[in-house]
Nanobody, 121 residues
């Protein structure tokens, strides 16, 4: 499966952005999808995930209540709505797809190319 992430940009603290990840070559209704991020000088970290059925959603503690993940199976797209953004949310955001559940293993699943999110104070 090929993943194309978009929607990043520059926003002031307290603002919102909506990231999208379009999948091709595979139907997302059979895939678990997730978002990770990597800030400069830091390791890539988990942000959010949603199972293939959409029944189970997980968030990192740092984004709970501010970020919301959703799937549009008809458009083979997963979204990440990011509200109340903070400067510490600044990072490159990557989407990921896996067959059963999203893991943190970088060698499993498929990764998108990343989209830059910058939050100014």
């Amino acid at each position: 499966v090929q993943l194309q992430a978009s929607g990043g940009g520059l926003v002031q603290a307290g603002g919102s952005l909506r990231l999208s990840c379009a999948a091709s070559g595979y139907s997302v209704d059979t895939l678990a999808m997730g978002w990770f991020r990597q800030a400069p000088g830091k390791e890539r970290e988990f942000v959010a995930s949603i199972t293939w059925s959409g029944n189970t959603i997980k968030y990192a503690e740092s984004v709970k209540g501010r970020f919301f993940i959703s799937k549009d199976n008809a458009k083979s797209t997963v979204h990440l709505q990011m509200n109340s953004l903070r400067p510490e949310d600044t990072a490159i955001y990557y989407c990921k797809a896996e067959r059963v559940v999203i893991t943190t293993r970088p060698d499993l699943g498929s990764w998108g190319q990343g989209t830059q999110v910058t939050v100014s104070s």
